[in-house]
Structure formats: C-alpha cells, structure tokens
C-alpha cells in the first residue's frame, strides 16, 4: 500500500511538474510575444523556461505591460467623459498657443499629450518643502466650491495631519473634496486617516489598479501623480508626496530635495481633465466642475501639461524625454532621483552630448531604493564617454524631477528616468515653453550643482568587485524594478 501511494504522488508530482514547465513555456512566448523591451522579454522567456515555479508567480503580478480598463477622456468614445473633454477643447482656438519659431518639437509632444500647449499661464517655482506645503496650505484655505486632490504617498505624520485637518475643515464648510490615492505608494496609511475623511465628507477613493476581475495581478502598476486642483483656478503640481521628510528629511537620507509648481490659466483645465480620468476609473463618476478656463493673472507662458501611463497607446513618457534629448543644441540638464534608462535614452544622451550640447545630469548620492542605485552605475559609464557630466547631490536625497533644455523649455514633474516611468507609472509633467521660466530653473540647478560632487569617470571601476558584479545584477532586474 505503501508503495502504490508512493508511485501515484511521484506520478502527481510529475505531473505537476510537466504542467508548471509547459505553462511557463507557454508564459514565456506571451512575454515575447507582448513585453514592452527585448531585455524584459529575453529576461522573463529564460526565467520562465528555466524555473517555472518561482518565475510564473512573479509573472503573472510583474509580467502584464499594459493596463486594461482605464478610459482616457481625451481619446475616448465613452459619452460622459468625450463630452467633458469636447467643452474643453471648444476653448482650444481661444487658448492654444502659437509655434514658436525654432521649437520644432512641439507637434510631436502635442501629439503625445493629446492636447495643446496654451497661453496666458503663470507658473511659480516652490523650490522646497516649505515654499510647497505653505502655498499649497494656502490654496487649500483659500477653496471656495471644491479641491481635486490626488498623491501617491500620503503620510499620517505631522504634516499629513496638517493636510488631513485643512481638507476636513474645507468639507465640513460644504466645499467638496475628492481625493485619490495610491494604495500600494500609501500602503503605510492608517485606515483611521481615511476613515476621518470619509467622517467629514471628503469623497475619498483608491486608485484599485486591480479592479476588475480580469485586473486582480495589476499590482505592479502604481498612480505616481501628484495632483491638487482648487476651483478649476489653481493647480499644484510636482514632486513632493505629502509628509514631514520634505521638511525634516530622515534620518537615513537627511534632508530631502524637491520641487514643485503652482500654476494658473488654462493649463489649470488641463490638470484638471488628466485628474478627472484618474477619478473615473476609481470612483466611476463625473463630479461637477469648472471647465472654463481663465486667463493668468500675471505672465503669459506656454505651458503643455503631459500626463502619461501604462494604458497610453504609445510610450508616452519616454516618448517625451527621447523628444526633449533629441531637440537639445547648447543645453540639456536633467535631475532625477532614479536613473535606470533603457538603451534608446542612453544613445539620445551621447547624441545630445555629442552634437556639443551641455549635458548634465544630477542624481543622488544617497539611495532609497538600493537596486535602482546600483543599476544606475551600469549606464554611467556609456554616457560619460560622450562627454555627459555627472553629479551626484551631496546634502540630502535629490528627489525632483527636473529638466532644462537649451534656453526656452523646461519641465517639472512626477516622471523618473527609469522603466517605471516610461512603462508603468501613471506620470504627469508640465513643460514650459517660456525664457524667463528657463532662467529660473536654470538658477535653481545652478545652487543644486553647487551642492554636488562630479562623478569621477572611473568612479564604477574603482569599486569592489562584488559593488561591480551587484551593479551587473541590478541592471539585468532594470525591466521590473
């Protein structure tokens, strides 16, 4: 009897075997047939043939390179949300700036964000933690008929409760709120924070990048926007999450360094639209707002507001920074905390060197996130040899995403130079065609290179062979990462 129960769960196990093998082959000619990058393609095929049990879990949370469901007004045939997106672009030929001579690439990143770059816009530069919370504090009180709020990270320290009491005393006074979060970037959140929202009568909802029975494994899909709307008249976009490292940093990192804008004008709508698509796919309602746009008060800026994400058509977001790179001729300086870049952003870096440009690039010293740092290492050394200048920011942890081309473009945002970004992240960016904007941008990277120590060209070979051969690894985990 023994024996008999021994051969049938050897022929079980077999048999369980066999299935896992041709499953993971099976999985391995989805992710050829389907994965975004030949490197995640060839790295998830050989995992996926070679050990099937540990790689098609993996697979099936981080193998999915596109998002389903998600409905984007500006290109969409569903009737609710085309007929938002149709008042607005009735304001299109009131609003929709000019070509300027020599900025020939315009056409290409209108196309990308599916509306137009505008006029009459105003955005001011918070260069910190302090200026950000105290004009976006502001903002907040200011509120008369609703506040659009959305950030991947929200903290329950003391400036999250800040945010929290601020947007409840706002809801109480009977000015609405909305607010979307990410549940994987807010993981930490305590349900009592949500619940006292809930309680004062702010409309708050996940982001559920899992929602639907066919988008369970979505997990590895994250809403990195950061996105706060007052009155459809101001608008807060940038790159700081809501919590007390802005201000205090930690103690791991030491002070953070980031940065953020506060606009005004018609760009304001169009922050507006990409919050709104955001809103429908969580909550799956339209909320009553304020579709005119309006003039700045001051200033007269092109501004193109850029939301990107996995359920874009295209690669938006590295479709933007190859666009950018490419139409460098005396500038490009770039800020990113994570710099994990695939091979057509490397080449467009050398190029842009190459052409004589002036190519900096400023990363952080101190990592958050250890595979992203050391995987950074691998593409130094092929930039370097262009002629790209790196930095490495010395005080703190660099967290903006920021970036100058040449004397007239400039963008700030939520997009890091990694595949997260480009491929899995919802991003939003907002680029200004504007001389005097440049200068203060350009003032603000100058203080922030002054902060820095240029990476030596030899930095990577000068390490330990297991820094070097971890460098290796990380590199070939950049397609999940």
Known sequence: MTAFLAEHLIAAISLLVGVLYIAGFVMALDAVMKNRTAQGAIAWAVSLVTFPVLALPLYVIFGRSKFHGYVAARRSDNRDLKSVADGLAAFGPTFQ???????????????????????????????????????????????????????????????????????????????????????????????????????????????????????????NFRNHRKIVVVDGATAFVGGLNVGEEYLKGTAKLGPWRDTHLQLTGPCVQCVQLAFLEDWYWAAHTIPDLNWEPRPAAEGDQNILILPTGPADELESCGLFFLEAFNGARKRLWIASPYFVPDRQIVSALQLAALRGADVRLMLPEKADHLLIYLSSFSYLDEAEKAGVKVYRYQPGFLHHKVLLVDDDLAAVGTANLDNRSFRLNFEITVVVNDREFSSRIDAMLRDDLARCRQVHPNDLAERRLWFRAAVQVARLLAPIQ
């Open 97 to 219: 700036a000019a070509m300027v001579s020599g900025r020939d690439s315009w056409r290409a990143l209108e196309m990308l964000a599916l509306m137009p770059f505008t006029h009459s816009n105003h955005a001011t530069v918070l260069i910190d933690g302090r200026q950000t919370f105290d004009a976006l504090f502001a903002g907040i009180d200011a509120a008369e008929d609703y506040i659009l709020v959305h950030y991947y990270v929200l903290r329950d320290d003391p400036v999250g409760r800040d945010f929290q009491a601020r947007l409840m005393a706002k809801a109480r006074k009977g000015v609405r709120v909305y607010l979307v979060y990410d549940e994987i970037g807010s993981f930490y959140l305590p349900r009592a924070y949500l619940d006292a929202l809930r309680g004062a009568g702010v409309e708050v909802r996940p982001f559920h990048s899992t929602k639907g029975r066919a988008n369970r494994f979505q997990l």
